[in-house]
Every structure is written in C-alpha cells, then in structure tokens.
C-alpha cells in the first residue's frame, strides 16, 4: 500500500483478497495475473510493485490448502505485538533501557511457554504433512533410508 494512492487502497486490498480466496495454486496464479492486468491500466506503478514482490505474495499456494490461511496471515505477530504494548503501557516510563528488555523478554518467554505446552498456531502433524507436499518422492523415499552416523562412545 505504499506505493498506492489512499483512495484506491478499498478496491486492490478487495482484488487482492480476491487472489486469496482461490481454491488451489494455478487459481491463485491466474487471478494474481488477472489482477495485475486490471491495475496496469488505472494503476501501473501498483502493478509494478506487486509484480516484483509476487513471489513474497503467492509462497503461501506451494504448501497445502489447509494450511494458506496460517501462513499468509500475520495475526499471531500482531497479538503479540499487542501483548506487549499492553505490558509496556501498564508501566509506562521505564527507568532504563534493561527493565524494557527483562519485561518485553518475560512476555516473549511466556509465550514461548504457551505455545511449547501444545498451543501451536500450526501444530506439527500439519507441518509433517505440508513437508511431505513439498518434497518429490524420490526425496522421500532418500529420506527414509539416510542412516544417521555412529556416535562415538564418550572417553
């Protein structure tokens, strides 16, 4: 949206969600080319710039439909990025700048907890699966026969 007019930011945030919403990857691609055709016309410099970011743009459509919606959505920095301006709002002035790391270290360690304690915002047989997608069967199958290396007895 930086490099887009105020105005216009209701209709390409929509013709962007629109690139969203597509059932599976070669949707996506062609509705991201439909939309870059659409904005040539009315907004070139737009199309230009989303042109060079569409690989960042469309990395979501190479892994599992069940898992877009986590990928491409960036709510779970946001919430934290609200937990913190919470916690920092609530002390308000801090009397250095080694009391601001201990309390914004404290909440990132407590949400390390959280999520370590089973609350993944992508749990991890979705991220065995999406793997498994990603990779060819010959790699699998390299995969499953890759002996691990002796360890030596310790001295």
């Known amino acids: 949206m930086a490099v887009c007019p105020k105005s216009a930011w209701p209709a390409v945030k929509a013709m962007l969600h629109s690139v969203y919403d597509q059932p599976d990857a070669e949707a996506v691609h062609a ?3 439909k939309l870059l055709d659409q904005l040539t016309e009315k907004l070139p410099e737009v199309a230009e710039h989303l042109d ?12 599992p439909k069940e898992v877009w919606r986590q990928i491409w959505s960036n709510n779970p920095n946001e919430r934290l990025n609200r937990e913190i301006r919470r916690r920092t709002d609530v002390v308000g002035i801090f009397p250095d700048r080694d009391s601001v790391t201990r309390l914004v270290g404290a909440v990132l360690a407590e949400r390390h907890d959280d999520w370590a304690e089973g609350r993944r915002y992508l749990s991890l047989d979705v991220l065995t699966r999406a793997r498994a997608s990603r990779t060819t069967p010959l790699e699998r199958a390299q995969d499953d026969t890759t002996e691990l290396p002796e360890l030596e007895p310790a001295a």
């Open 52 to 63: 060079s970011a569409r690989a960042d743009v469309l990395a979501f459509a190479a892994f």
């Open 31 to 33: 509705q991201f080319d």
